[in-house]
């Protein structure tokens, strides 16, 4: 039996994972909505309005969201990384629209050789941006 590793890096399988949408935590749906959508640029995707669960897109990325009342956000420990091409214009539009930087999340150049900055959304999830520079 091959274990999980040689089964998807030989050349003779076809590759079986395309994507992955992370689901963060929200307690107001409203709330997200009006955050990631007229704030971040995000659109609503998907043709449903499900009940306390939210599915937001920009560009080739999802995130999706579902609803946790008693959510106390100083205990939240969501998190998504997300990679660009851009990240200098990515900053300068967010700090456009007057978006707020995480007071330790500024743009800068990391040890690890990615240039990332970081948000807090309203329940606390962080969201850092990175782009390797190499």
């Known amino acids: 039996m091959k274990d999980f ?5 030989s ?3 076809t590759l079986m994972l395309t994507g992955i949408h992370p689901k963060l935590p929200m ?3 409203a709330a997200t909505r009006a955050y990631y959508v007229g704030q971040l640029g995000f659109e609503n995707f998907g043709q449903s309005d499900y009940e306390g669960y939210l599915m937001v897109q920009k560009d080739n990325i999802q995130i999706h969201f579902f609803e946790f009342k008693e959510l106390d956000p100083k205990d939240n420990y969501g998190q998504v990384y997300i990679r660009t091409d851009d990240i200098d214009t990515l900053y300068r539009s967010l700090l456009d629209r007057q978006v707020e930087i995480h007071p330790n999340g ?3 150049m990391k040890p690890w050789g990615q240039k990332e900055f970081a948000l807090l959304d ?3 999830n962080l969201l850092t941006f990175g782009q390797s520079i190499l």
């Open 122 to 124: 309203p329940d606390n």
């Open 27 to 29: 307690r107001d749906k």
């Open 5 to 9: 590793f040689t089964y998807f890096s």
């Open 11 to 13: 050349s003779k399988q």
């Open 106 to 108: 500024k743009l800068e």
